[in-house]
């Protein structure tokens, strides 16, 4: 039975849900690797729990993010009286499919994303959201533009080692850089989703037609068809994490493993539209394989479309698809 949490002076990790108003977020879809994002979603879910939860790719696609929460907070007394932070948030997000398998084939019931690789400026963020759900998420400096006379470029410096060796020292570089084709600014943003409903159905719209009109890919069940009209109804984005904690005794394990499902809860909505392409470049480097995990070509990626959003958003309670069960101590072993 696990006890009660225990609240101590300095502690970060707020209590959710946790409210992000004032965001604007920047999304682009770049092709990548159909059997590299397979191995990196097997990596998070499958080999863990044993095959109890699969979730796979969607489509050959990944989506590159970069979100401007101006205002966070806790939702619920006393944390949400503790003040707010603002935060920007910048990484990679695969969209996929929980399912099962069923007459050898991959039946897919919830779509949502998966976040291999995300950058936080606000540690208090990065402490709240790997312990609370399991994002892998890392403190980085995140620049973004907040006029539209900036240039157009979203950049993350973090500390990366660039090749494994006793003799190499970690470094704060420039992991990666998204910035328009043309190097202009970002310019006004022009709306054109007139509601969360309708941004959020073109874009899950798109990619569900190019996901389903393949034989290859994974076909939809009713449990599908009820959670997309739910999750449209509701305005809500699930999210799919691997959640835990390496052992004390032993680091090849984990003290605690669980496979965590949770969602963002769209609310005020402020606008929405599309985007010009820009150009991804990314370091390669030992510590973050960002590449190779996502299948991504190499040197400068062309984008196409991207879209963009203004609005509130909550994370809320989640839930626990699956946990690894504690292995039992030897008699021998004092702890």
């Known amino acids: 039975m696990s006890g009660r949490y225990v609240e101590r002076g300095g502690d970060l990790v707020l209590a959710h849900p946790i409210a992000c108003n004032q965001t604007t977020m920047y999304a682009w879809l770049i092709e990548a690797d ?17 095959g109890a939860v699969e979730v796979r790719p969607l489509l050959p696609l990944v989506a590159v993010v970069a979100a ?9 007394p006393p944390d949400r009286d503790k003040g707010w932070a603002s935060e920007r948030d910048l990484g990679f997000w695969i969209p996929c499919a929980r399912g099962r398998v069923v007459d050898g084939r991959f039946a897919i019931e919830r779509v949502g994303w998966y976040q291999p690789y995300l950058f936080i400026d606000n540690a208090a963020a990065v402490f709240t959201g790997r312990e609370t759900y399991g994002f892998a998420k890392a403190f980085a400096t995140c620049a973004m533009p907040r006029d539209p006379d900036d240039p157009s470029v979203f950049a993350v410096t973090t500390q990366v080692i660039e090749r494994f060796a006793p003799t190499t020292a970690a470094r704060q570089l420039e992991l990666y850089r998204l910035a328009r084709s043309d190097d202009g600014p970002l310019g006004e943003l ?6 969360v409903l309708e941004a959020f159905a073109k874009v899950e719209a798109r990619l569900l037609l190019r996901a ?3 034989g290859q890919l ?18 809500l984005v699930p999210m799919f994490f691997l959640k835990q904690f ?6 090849t394990r984990a003290c605690y493993q669980a496979i965590v499902e949770a969602a963002c809860d769209l609310g005020a909505w402020r606008g929405g539209g599309f985007l010009d392409e820009h150009v991804l470049t990314i370091r390669d480097v030992d510590s973050h394989p960002i ?13 196409g479309w991207g879209f963009w959003a203004a609005f509130d958003f909550t994370i809320g309670h989640g839930q626990v698809l699956w946990q690894a069960v504690a292995a039992p101590r030897r008699a021998e072993d004092p702890r």
């Open 34 to 50: 159909w059997d590299a994002l397979a191995r990196t979603c097997a990596r998070a879910f499958a080999e863990p729990s044993g």
């Open 68 to 76: 401007d929460i101006r205002h966070g907070c806790a939702v619920a």
């Open 190 to 195: 022009a709306s054109t989703f007139d509601n």
């Open 212 to 214: 389903l009109g393949e």
């Open 218 to 235: 994974p076909r939809p069940t009713w449990a599908l068809i009820k959670h997309l009209i739910g999750d449209l109804r509701e305005g």
């Open 246 to 251: 390496r052992d004390v005794a032993d680091p």
């Open 291 to 303: 590449a190779r995990d996502l299948g991504l070509a190499g040197g400068a990626i062309e984008t």
